[in-house]
């Protein structure tokens, strides 16, 4: 039912708010000549109800936003935004597809054909190549979380501090070249693993490196295969359950490890304001994280990572996981991204990736260029977002 069939309802302009006035005013005098005061609050009762009836044919439908994560923090601020319902007071209907790394959403972006998504930056990179994302936010810095974990009688451990400028980082050339490593390649743990073998001189073809899901390279440890594992959390906290000890985290190695928000091209182009929408999602998620202690979302962190990954975390350790991923409010991340003298801070960050897979051997001349030009990095995104909010 249209509004302006609606005899007592006048939204809009023109003519059809005219008639609809008119209409309702006529319908009102009726009801004050009524001289039996209930029944008069009785039709004024239907009245009312039967014009919301015609306002409600002009809600607008939710947009349905098809997003893709992993099992870990960033997903914790959607899962909660969701939960919430702030997705649907920015007039989205998310939709949260699991998928177990970041080199894995960006390989199936066509067939999951998502939207948005929380990668880590080597994949995110890596995508750029063929022009299917932008770059569009920053979902948290995990630095402190990815690691390098060996058992506990490894002589990876016998030395730390072997290069002074690294004091943290466990290992010496001796103890490290010709050993297996798991590690899924192409994520944000395959740049870690990287960065800590340049701490000790020694690169890639050093060693051996098994390509492997943090999953599947676990159970593949506990049963003997390799010498070491590079992981994130929460996998970490897996790890030293069963008594691994930590070579080096990305921090140690002074290597950035920022999660980024990334938004399919295609979709980006044709639908900024739900981009926008999302990102306004995201940052109010963030701005609460920022005000409540780790000690209060704890249960509903341990509650997200049961119903996302159906496995269980100790309070301690949502209480640290939390602590552990410093997340950006929206004017931080505007900060990040500003550019100064053509570069900005998150640039410098991804320019040091670059670096890394250039040197692994990853890039040819000409996707080098373009990585270092990092086009597909945009704010556009982020300033919309900030001026909607005011």
């Known amino acids: 039912m249209l509004a302006t069939d609606n005899p007592f309802c006048f939204a809009g302009n023109g003519p059809a708010r005219k008639v609809g006035a008119e209409r309702s005013h006529g319908w009102m005098r009726k009801i004050m000549k009524v001289r039996n005061p209930f029944a008069g609050l009785l039709a004024l009762f239907f009245v009312v109800a039967w014009c919301l009836s015609g306002s409600a044919a002009f809600a607008k439908p939710l947009v349905p936003l098809r997003t893709a994560w992993l099992g870990e923090h960033e997903t914790f601020l959607v899962w909660y935004a969701r939960e919430k319902g702030?997705?649907?007071?920015?007039?989205?209907?998310?939709?949260?597809?699991?998928?177990?790394?970041?080199?894995?959403?960006?390989?199936?972006?066509?067939?999951?054909?998502?939207?948005?998504?929380?990668v880590g930056a080597m994949p995110a990179l890596t995508a750029s190549l063929?022009?299917?994302?932008?770059?569009?936010?920053?979902?948290?810095?995990?630095?402190?979380?990815?690691?390098?974990?060996?058992?506990?009688?490894?002589?990876?451990?016998?030395m730390r501090g072997f290069n002074p400028n690294y004091p943290e980082v466990y290992g010496n050339p001796g103890s490290v070249r010709g050993k297996t490593f798991l590690c899924p390649k192409g994520t944000s743990a395959h740049y870690m693993l990287s960065r800590w073998l340049h701490t000790l001189g020694l690169r890639e073809?050093?060693?051996?490196?098994?390509?492997?899901?943090?999953?599947?390279?676990?159970?593949?440890?506990?049963?003997?295969?390799?010498?070491?594992?590079?992981?994130?959390?929460?996998?970490?906290?897996?790890?030293?359950?069963?008594?691994?000890?930590?070579?080096?985290?990305?921090?140690d190695c002074q290597a950035r490890q920022p999660i980024l928000i990334v938004a399919n091209m295609d979709y980006a182009n044709k639908h900024k304001d739900d981009i926008v929408a999302f990102l306004r999602v995201y940052t109010r998620s963030v701005d609460m994280m920022k005000k409540t202690s780790a000690e209060e979302l704890a249960d509903d962190y341990m509650r997200f990572y049961n119903a996302w990954t159906g496995k269980?975390?100790?309070?301690?350790?949502?209480?640290?996981?939390?602590?552990?991923?410093?997340?950006?409010?929206?004017?931080?991340?505007?900060?990040?991204?500003?550019?100064?003298?053509g570069t900005s801070e998150l640039r410098e960050w991804l320019h040091g990736i670059v670096s890394f897979q250039n040197e692994s051997g990853g890039l040819d001349r000409r996707e080098l260029q373009r990585l270092e030009r990092l086009h597909y990095v945009t704010d556009i995104y982020l300033k919309a977002a900030q001026k909607n909010a005011r």
Do not use: C
């Not at 699991?98 to 080199?103: A, M, Q």
């Not at 063929?130 to 016998?158: C, F, H, Q, W």
């Not at 492997?212 to 994130?232: H, K, S, V, Y």
């Open 86 to 118: 702030w997705d649907k007071a920015e007039g989205l209907e998310l939709e949260l597809v699991p998928f177990e790394s970041g080199k894995d959403i960006i390989d199936e972006m066509q067939s999951a054909n998502w939207a948005i998504a929380g």
């Open 130 to 158: 063929s022009n299917r994302l932008y770059i569009v936010g920053i979902g948290n810095d995990e630095s402190a979380t990815n690691a390098i974990y060996t058992r506990a009688d490894s002589p990876m451990l016998k």
């Open 205 to 251: 073809r050093d060693i051996v490196i098994k390509d492997m899901q943090p999953a599947e390279a676990l159970n593949a440890f506990r049963e003997g295969t390799g010498d070491a594992i590079a992981l994130w959390a929460p996998q970490t906290f897996e790890a030293e359950r069963e008594g691994l000890k930590s070579v080096a985290h990305s921090n």
């Open 312 to 341: 269980t975390m100790t309070r301690e350790e949502a209480i640290r996981d939390i602590k552990d991923h410093p997340v950006y409010s929206l004017d931080e991340q505007l900060a990040l991204f500003k550019q100064s003298y």
